[in-house]
């Protein structure tokens, strides 16, 4: 491909950044008069809020069919998640504000969750599809004060979808696509995505649910060498169930009931170590999930009491090919998780709230493999943490969020962390608010780092602290928004291997700094302009697979009521890797190049309000470029749906 014309290709994508409003009201609803609830847990004007917290609502959402979550959110300011480019089974990793998996907690409809039997207690989002959410905050920063553990980095707060306030809706949809790299061109069928979901609301009764459906083949995890070489094609499979249930016992008093059961099958390749033995068909993994929950809220005159509860079990199953036995070996993981969190908000007058809180986890886990086995009753710990969060709002302008939370650990004693952010808008005259922050987090010791083989009981919570300021503007009537936000993050007392090869708090400060920035701008109705930036720079300990430059842009147009187009953009600069190499028994340096992204989408509503139909085409240059040392990433890709309300 030409050299000069991705780059003007990008000049144009950078100089044109655009967003979409369907209609004229949506022009209405400005950025700063958004409703998030990251920072406190209860609906707060964004205006008020002393976070820049990216929300991605329903509508958005809509402008994204035929993209995965990991995708979605690849696109936002300070995100980095690899994988989203190689083949579906392939695992991601989370790097935002230089940190990793661990330092990045994922909460769904107000509960954290995680796998308990992995190494490093994260959770993997391939379980999750992107059909079944209704939006998505992200709120970068230390943030433990109200999430507890893992949220070091960024929350990543989902919301699932609700249910239709008429007593009956149905919602089909159905989607294929190819699924290529940059040298496959085969453009048939090998992307399947389809579900279905009935809710709706009768007087006090809510309820819902859903059923999804993906299945992907196509490419081989590992990269071939050459396009001659045929590896074997990994195939990803997923169904999704999803139920909710909702009471509304008293105009005070609402009971919510969910429960939901995942299960993902995946075919997967050796890690790459430059042997050109990784690729095998043998190796094969089960995925099942299964979480339920109550959620009751009460509300009084000056506030609300909430109670988020959920169990989760999870397994995991191998069966991996032995070179030395020429056989298979079988392996298990499996965790149970119990989390309970009732935090209540009492509202003092309208300028000063005060948010006060418990939260509960139980977790264990137990595994068997050729190596060894880990039995649950060895092989868990429980939490309990208190916490409480005052928000204060002026009617000049000052606004502070300010609190503090008590981690009490069944194995390494208590935790302290707090934040202190304050924020000042300046009014209508002066259309800027500032914001600053500085927020303390930990990160809890996985149960397979305190008991397994490898593990060290004594060991203590990774220790995080941030400090970010920034600044909001919006102008032009707030059609023109800008945001800019610098942060400084050191991590300490982080957990790597010792020289009995061990697990142990590694002694030594980390550091990352880094600045984001967004801008959009609604030149009319019909035309809508956003793009952001990100600026990421670490210390070598922490520099990997981190990119130091990002950029995303999006042009979205609606031509008419019905007909709506979009062109998004991305540019990641070059990262670096490393791997094993098993010819020299030697952790090998890499460095990845750069590489641009352009993609588009179509998509018209035939039947107003019941049926529309998309397509988009995905790496429209078809870019071959390298996501992660040895794996395969996607070329050009084509993808059609639609979907219809019943």
Request: net charge positive; with cysteine.
């Amino acid at each position: 491909m030409n050299k000069k014309f991705i780059r003007f290709s990008a000049c144009i994508a950078l100089a044109t950044t655009c967003g979409y409003a369907q209609v004229k009201d949506s022009i209405k609803v400005k950025q700063l008069e958004e409703v998030v609830f990251s920072d406190t847990k209860f609906a707060q004007s964004k205006e008020k809020s002393g976070k820049v917290i990216t929300k991605i609502t329903a509508a958005e959402l809509q402008k994204k069919s035929g993209q995965s979550l990991a995708g979605i959110l690849n696109s936002v300011a300070g995100v980095e998640i690899n994988g989203t480019q190689s083949a579906n089974g392939k695992n991601l990793g989370y790097y935002i504000r230089g940190g990793k998996n661990q330092q990045v907690l994922i909460v769904i409809d107000g509960n954290p969750v995680t796998d308990a039997s992995g190494i490093n207690l994260e959770y993997d989002l391939r379980l999750l599809p992107i059909d079944q959410i209704e939006s998505i905050e992200i709120m970068k920063g230390a943030a433990s004060t109200l999430y507890g553990s893992g949220a070091a980095t960024a929350v990543i707060n989902i919301t699932l979808k609700k249910s239709s306030k008429k007593p009956l809706q149905a919602n089909a949809y159905s989607n294929i696509g190819s699924n290529n790299t940059a040298t496959n061109h085969k453009y048939n069928g090998q992307d399947f995505n389809q579900g279905f979901s009935v809710n709706g609301t009768v007087k006090k009764v809510h309820y819902l649910a859903s059923i999804n459906s993906t299945e992907t083949k196509g490419m081989s995890q590992v990269a071939e060498p050459t396009p001659d070489s045929n590896y074997d094609k990994d195939r990803f499979s997923r169904i999704n169930y999803l139920s909710k249930f909702g009471f509304k016992a008293t105009e005070k008093l609402t009971l919510d009931f969910f429960g939901n059961y995942d299960k993902v099958n995946n075919d997967y390749d050796f890690p790459f170590d430059n042997t050109g033995f990784n690729d095998t068909y043998s190796n094969k993994s089960k995925t099942e999930q299964f979480r339920f929950g109550f959620s009751p809220k009460y509300v009084y005159a000056k506030g609300e009491l909430h109670l988020n509860s959920n169990f989760t079990k999870l397994q995991r199953e191998y069966q991996e090919f032995n070179s030395w036995t020429n056989g298979i070996d079988n392996s298990s993981y499996g965790s149970r998780s119990v989390t309970v969190d009732a935090f209540n908000k009492n509202k003092f007058s309208t300028n000063f709230y005060l948010i006060t809180g418990a939260n509960y986890q139980f977790h264990d886990m137990k595994s068997e493999t050729p190596y060894s086995i880990i039995a649950k009753e060895g092989a868990k710990f429980n939490m309990v943490d208190p916490y409480f969060t005052g928000v204060f709002t002026s009617d000049f302008g000052l606004n502070l969020n300010a609190g503090a939370r008590l981690n009490v650990h069944s194995q390494y004693g208590n935790q302290l962390v707090y934040n202190v952010n304050p924020s000042f808008n300046f009014g209508k005259e002066i259309p800027v608010k500032l914001l600053a922050s500085y927020s303390t987090a930990f990160v809890t010791p996985s149960l397979y780092q305190l008991y397994s083989e490898y593990g060290t009981a004594t060991l203590t919570p990774e220790k995080n602290s941030t400090i970010e300021s920034g600044l909001e503007v919006s102008v032009a009537q707030k059609k023109l928004t800008f945001n800019v936000v610098a942060f400084f993050r050191e991590q300490n007392n982080s957990i790597g291997f010792d020289a009995t090869y061990h697990y142990a708090n590694v002694e030594g400060l980390n550091k990352a700094k880094g600045i984001e920035t967004i801008v959009n701008y609604a030149l009319s109705t019909k035309l809508n302009c956003s793009a952001n930036y990100t600026f990421t720079q670490v210390d070598e300990a922490l520099n990997r697979l981190i990119p130091k430059h990002k950029v995303n842009a999006s042009i979205d147009f609606s031509a008419t009521k019905r007909l709506f187009f979009n062109a998004n953009y991305q540019y990641v600069d070059a990262r670096q890797d490393a791997f094993f190499d098993g010819n020299t028994y030697a952790i090998v340096a890499a460095k990845l190049g750069s590489y641009q992204l352009l993609n588009a989408l179509v998509k018209y509503e035939l039947v107003k309000d019941r049926l529309n139909i998309f397509g988009n085409v995905t790496n429209i240059f078809n870019q071959d470029f390298v996501e992660n040392i040895g794996y395969s990433t996607r070329g050009r890709n084509f993808k059609l749906g639609l979907n219809i309300k019943l």
